[in-house]
């Protein structure tokens, strides 16, 4: 260790110049500490609210989910327009020769397709029958019951002699299967498998039997204020999903 002695000051002058030297390094090394310190107390409370952030991973949704869909009690898969330009989608791009369409007895009212839905038996496709009457102005207008029939893919056209039909309405032809006096009803729940929020038909409930569903029917509460309902009484947070899947019209809890 070298000491540089200032050969113009005597021995008292050069060691109180060293210990004014000292002082101010001890402030100094003083200052850094506090700051290190400080440092340190900021970096556990950043690592302690990281630790309370909740990394939700993203779903992927299936492609049926961008319409009103469920599977029916033997896992056969329908799929129902929300509007007059889902409706022409649906018959333009998957409505196919094996499947059947499905249209409540009224004006407004989802196209409902059943895949394969040539190859079910009745009790099958009277699941999708109710269905498609609950996702009709029947539930808006607060109905109990309504008919429904059902089509197969040659019996829908978009052509008349006169030309093209407006969005969202179809030629009907040929013999129609009817499934008469269906109630408006649905049971609404937590599909935990794929996180995402299930609605199935009172047939379709009756044979598949999950008790933590929820009974719903055409009432008086309005679809955003349901939705947060049934949101907080399932634990499901995607509120919009709730309520883009729900028919029109407002809603009751039996």
């Known amino acids: 260790m070298k000491i540089e002695i200032d050969i113009t000051k005597n021995a008292q002058e050069n060691a109180n110049l060293y210990y004014e030297k000292a002082k101010k390094l001890r402030k100094k090394a003083e200052g850094i ?6 440092l340190e107390e900021k970096i556990n409370e950043i690592n302690k609210e990281a630790s309370k952030i909740e990394v939700k991973k993203i779903r992927k949704k299936e492609w049926y989910e961008k319409f009103n869909w469920f599977f029916t009690s033997n896992n056969m898969l329908a799929i129902g327009g929300r509007n007059a330009n889902e409706n022409e989608i649906i018959n333009k791009k998957y409505f196919l020769e094996n499947d059947l369409a499905f249209h409540a007895n009224v004006f407004g009212a989802s196209l409902v397709i059943l895949k394969n839905g040539l190859n079910a038996d009745y009790s099958i496709k009277e699941e999708v029958a109710q269905f498609a009457a609950c996702y009709s102005k029947a539930w808006e207008d607060k ?8 089509l197969k893919r040659e019996q829908v056209s978009k052509s008349t002699q006169e030309g093209y039909l407006a969005k969202g309405s179809f030629l009907l032809k040929g013999e ?21 929020i299930k609605i199935v038909p009172s047939l379709t409930y009756n044979k598949i039997n ?3 569903m929820i ?28 309520i883009q899947h729900l028919p029109p019209g407002y809603f009751s809890i039996v």
């Open 33 to 38: 500490r506090n700051s290190i310190k400080k």
């Open 143 to 150: 109905q109990y019951a309504i008919d429904v029939y059902a």
């Open 210 to 212: 999950d008790k933590d």
């Open 215 to 242: 009974h719903i029917v055409p009432g008086k509460t309005e679809k955003s204020q349901f939705a947060k309902l049934i949101a907080n009484r399932l634990g499901f947070d995607d509120i919009d999903y709730i």
């Open 176 to 196: 129609r299967e009817w499934f008469r006096n269906l109630k408006l009803e649905l049971y609404i729940g937590l599909d935990k498998e794929h996180d995402r």
